[in-house]
Structure formats: C-alpha cells, structure tokens
C-alpha cells in the first residue's frame, strides 16, 4: 500500500511549474507532440513530476503515434489508480498516481502485447530518471 502525500494547492503551486500544475492538480492535457518524452526511447524509468514515485519503465513505452508518451503497463501496477472519468462527452479511465494523486492522463484498451493497453500520459506528469552506463 502507498502512503497517501497531502498538499496545499498553495504547496503544489509552489512545488509545480504553471503546465505542470494545471495538468497534475487540474487534470488538463498537454497539446499533442508538445511534451519532451512523447518522442524516443531513453533508458530509465518515468517518476511522478509531483511526488517522484516511480511510474512506468522505459521497457513498457511505445510509440503510439499519439503524440503522447505511452507505455502498455506500469511499473508497478500498486503505484497507479485509475478512476472512470466522463467529462469532455466520453467514457474514459484516468490514470493517476496512487502516492500524490496527480493526474497522469487515460489508459486505453487498444496497446500492444503483452498486455493489450495503452497508458497515454502526459509528458508534463513525468520526470526521467535515466538508466545508470553499464
């Protein structure tokens, strides 16, 4: 079980930059191949932008021709909460990080093998932790 992190929207406003914030407290959306991990594949692993939990491994991203970096499964499936989200006319699951409660972005069913799901996140949600050269 993952402790729960509570801050102030003053502590996150202080913590976030203005986009991060907006998508990680107010659960907006990057424009499409606008953020800085949606093309690529670099070594690491994805952290939370707000709380640094460890998210999804660089092995599970894909491109998904979005414009949105996406992966077909966390890292640990304990570290992600998803919830049903209904705005914007459709029926979606938002992805969430289970320590801060940061808006992430949607999973989708239409991913690749092995695990037939998309996790489309947006890059602004994500700091990169690179691989350590062998």
Same mark, same amino acid.
């Given at each position: 079980?993952?402790?729960?992190?509570?801050?102030?929207?003053?502590?996150?406003?202080?913590?976030?930059?203005?986009?991060?914030?907006?998508?990680?407290?107010?659960?907006? +959306?990057?424009?499409?191949?606008?953020g800085?991990?949606?093309?690529?594949?670099?070594?690491?692993?994805f952290r939370?932008?707000?709380?640094?939990? %460890?998210?999804?491994?660089?092995?599970?991203?894909?491109?998904?021709? +979005?414009?949105?970096?996406?992966?077909?499964?966390?890292?640990?499936p304990?570290?992600?909460?998803?919830?049903?989200?209904?705005?914007?006319?459709?029926?979606? +699951? %938002?992805?969430?990080?289970?320590?801060?409660g940061?808006?992430?972005?949607?999973?989708?069913?239409d991913?690749?093998?092995?695990?037939g799901?998309?996790?489309?996140?947006?890059?602004?949600?994500?700091?990169?932790?690179?691989?350590?050269?062998?």
């Amino acid at each position: 079980m993952i402790e729960k992190l509570d801050r102030s929207e003053a502590e996150w406003r202080r913590l976030l930059s203005p986009e991060a914030f907006r998508v990680l407290r107010e659960r907006g +959306t990057e424009p499409a191949f606008s953020g800085e991990h949606a093309r690529g594949k670099v070594a690491g692993t994805f952290r939370c932008a707000g709380c640094g939990l %460890e998210l999804f491994d660089s092995a599970a991203k894909f491109d998904s021709g +979005t414009g949105w970096p996406s992966f077909h499964q966390p890292a640990h499936p304990d570290h992600v909460e998803e919830r049903t989200d209904m705005s914007h006319g459709m029926i979606r +699951t %938002e992805v969430l990080c289970a320590r801060c409660g940061g808006h992430l972005g949607h999973r989708f069913p239409d991913g690749p093998r092995p695990t037939g799901q998309r996790y489309c996140i947006n890059s602004v949600a994500l700091k990169l932790d690179p691989a350590a050269p062998r």
